[in-house]
C-alpha cells in the first residue's frame, strides 16, 4: 500500500516526465543565492597577487629585450600552435605508404627498376616528408627568452593553473595540503597559485625544472625582483631533476605546460609514470586549450590508467577528478568529433603598457585523484560551450555522468524556477546542479527498492 501510494504521489508530482530536475539534494540554495550556486568553478576576473605582479613588471622593465612586445606576440602564437615531435616508428609507417603509393603510380611506366628509379623514389618520399612533418624543436632558455617568456605567459599561466586546482579547493575544502611538487616549473606561475588557495598549510614547494636560467628567474621574482630581496614563500625549493626516490610523494603533483616540452612518447611515458607514483593526493595537468593541449593530455590519462607500472608503491586506484563527470573516453574525442575539451578564464594581464584591458586564457587540464571521488558534485554535468542565454529559455551544452555529450535548452516553465535562475548564472567550465532524466529514472527505483521491504 505505501509503494502504491509513493509511486501515485511521484506520478503526479512529475508534471514533465523525462525533464531535468535541479540536483539541490543538500538544500545548497537556502545558503546561498542561485549566483553563487555550489557548481559555479570560475572567478571574474584572476589577478596575480601584488607582489608578483610587481617583481615580474621590475625584471621586465628592466631587460634589456629589444621589441619585447613584437617577441612577446610570436611568443604566444609560436607556443599556441606548438605540436608534439613525430615519432620515428610513425614516420616509418607513413615512408612505406608514401613508397607504395610511388611504386603503384610509376607501375606502368615503361622505366626498367633500375637504382636510378629506387633513387628517386626514395628522394620523392623523403621531401614528402619533409614537407608534411611538423618539425618540433627543443626550446632554448636563455635570459633573454626567459624574460620573454614571463612577460608572456607568467599572468596567463597562474590564471589556468588557479582556475584548475580551483576545482580542489572548492569541491573539496577538507583538502589541506603540507607539501607541492611542480614538474617544469618555469616562471612559478604553480608556486604562487598554490600559495593564493592553500599558502596556510603547504609548508614545501619541489619546483623542478631543467632550464637553471628559468629557476633563477623564478626566484628572481619571489625575492621581488632583486637579487637582496626576501623571499615571498618560503620553503621554496629548486631543482633541475626529479626526486629519485619511488617511495616519496607529495600531496599535490603539478604540471602545467610542459608535456610538450619533451621529445618524445616515451620520454613523456617516463614522466607520467614518475610523477603519478609521487602522488600522494591530486595529480594536476594544464595544457593549451588546442586539440594538441588535449589529446597530451588524454595520452596522458591513458598511460595512468591503461599502463602497468612495477615500481608503483602506493596501489589506489586513480580516479578522474576534473573536468569529466564520469571514467569513460572522452566524447569528444570521437570519429565524429576531434575536437578539444577546453576552458576558459579571464584574467588580468601584468601592468605593461601595450596591456590595455583584461584577457582571456584558453587551456584544457585534467586532474587524477589517488581512491574515489563520491562527492554529489562530481556527477553534476560539466558545461563544456559558451551558456547562450535568451529570453525566457537557455542553452546549455554539457558533458555528461553517461560519457555522451548533452543540449539542454532549460526554461523557468519546464524546469522550475531554481534551475532555470541557476543554469542563467552558470558560464563555460562551471558544473550545472542538474539530475538528468534517465539519473532521475534510476534514483527513484533506488528509493522504490527501499520502500518496498518496509511496505
Known amino acids: ?37 555550489p557548481g559555479i568553478m570560475h572567478s571574474k576576473v584572476v589577478c596575480l597577487p601584488q607582489k608578483a605582479q610587481d617583481a615580474a613588471r621590475i625584471l621586465v622593465q628592466g631587460s634589456s629585450v629589444r621589441e619585447l612586445k613584437q617577441r612577446i606576440g610570436l611568443l604566444d602564437n609560436y607556443l599556441w600552435s606548438r605540436k608534439r615531435p613525430a615519432e620515428d616508428k610513425d ?13 603503384a603510380s610509376m607501375g606502368s611506366s ?15 618520399v623523403l621531401n614528402t616528408l619533409r614537407r608534411n612533418t611538423y618539425h618540433w624543436q627543443p626550446l632554448s632558455y636563455s635570459e633573454e627568452f626567459c624574460q620573454v617568456y614571463l612577460a608572456a605567459r607568467f599572468a596567463g599561466g597562474y590564471a589556468a593553473v588557479t582556475r584548475a586546482m580551483k576545482e580542489i579547493y572548492q569541491r573539496c575544502p577538507e583538502f589541506k595540503p603540507r607539501t607541492l611538487l611542480d614538474f617544469g616549473s618555469g616562471v612559478g606561475t604553480v ?20 632550464a637553471a636560467n628559468m629557476n633563477k628567474l623564478s626566484e628572481l621574482v619571489l625575492r621581488g625582483g632583486v637579487d637582496s630581496g626576501e623571499m615571498e614563500i618560503s620553503g621554496v625549493y629548486f631543482r633541475q631533476f626529479l626526486p629519485l626516490s619511488p617511495k616519496v610523494q607529495y600531496d599535490l603533483v603539478v604540471s602545467a605546460f610542459t608535456l610538450n616540452e619533451l621529445s618524445s612518447f616515451s620520454e613523456r611515458e617516463k614522466a607520467i609514470q614518475a610523477l603519478w607514483r609521487k602522488t600522494g593526493s591530486y595529480l594536476v595537468l594544464v595544457e593549451n586549450g588546442t586539440k594538441e593541449g588535449h589529446q ?10 591503461q599502463k602497468e607500472d612495477k615500481e608503483i608503491w602506493d596501489h589506489r586506484p586513480p580516479h578522474v577528478f576534473a573536468p569529466c563527470p564520469h571514467q569513460l573516453p572522452c566524447p569528444k574525442l570521437s570519429d565524429r ?33 589517488r581512491g574515489s571521488e563520491e562527492a554529489e558534485s562530481a556527477k553534476w554535468p560539466r558545461i563544456i560551450n559558451h ?47 542538474i539530475i538528468l532524466p534517465n539519473e532521475a529514472s534510476e534514483k527513484e527505483e533506488a528509493e522504490e527498492e527501499d520502500i518496498s521491504p518496509a511496505s
Open 1 to 37: 500500500m505505501t509503494l502504491t501510494i509513493g509511486r501515485q504521489l511521484r506520478a503526479l508530482s512529475s508534471v514533465a516526465p523525462k525533464v531535468c530536475q535541479l540536483d539541490n539534494k543538500s538544500d545548497f540554495l537556502t545558503n546561498v543565492p542561485h549566483r553563487k550556486h
Open 337 to 369: 568529433l576531434q575536437v578539444p575539451c577546453n576552458f576558459i578564464q579571464k584574467y588580468q594581464p601584468l601592468l605593461l603598457k601595450w596591456n590595455k584591458s583584461d584577457q582571456w586564457e584558453k587551456f584544457s587540464f585534467i586532474i587524477i585523484s
Open 91 to 103: 614516420l616509418r609507417v607513413q615512408a612505406e605508404q608514401l613508397e607504395e603509393k610511388l611504386r
Open 387 to 433: 551558456v547562450l542565454r535568451r529570453s525566457r529559455h537557455v542553452h546549455c551544452h554539457m558533458c555528461c555522468g553517461d560519457g555522451k555529450l548533452s543540449h539542454e535548452v532549460i526554461t523557468k516553465r519546464k524546469h522550475g524556477r531554481d534551475l532555470y535562475r541557476c543554469a542563467r548564472n552558470t558560464e563555460w567550465g562551471d558544473l550545472l546542479p
Open 110 to 124: 615503361p622505366e626498367p627498376d633500375t637504382v636510378q628509379q629506387e633513387e628517386k623514389i626514395r628522394h620523392r
Open 296 to 305: 597530451l593530455l588524454m595520452e596522458a590519462r591513458n598511460i595512468i590508467f
Open 191 to 210: 608556486t604562487w597559485a598554490a600559495n593564493t588557495l592553500w599558502g596556510k598549510s603547504l609548508v614545501e614547494y619541489v619546483c623542478v625544472d631543467s
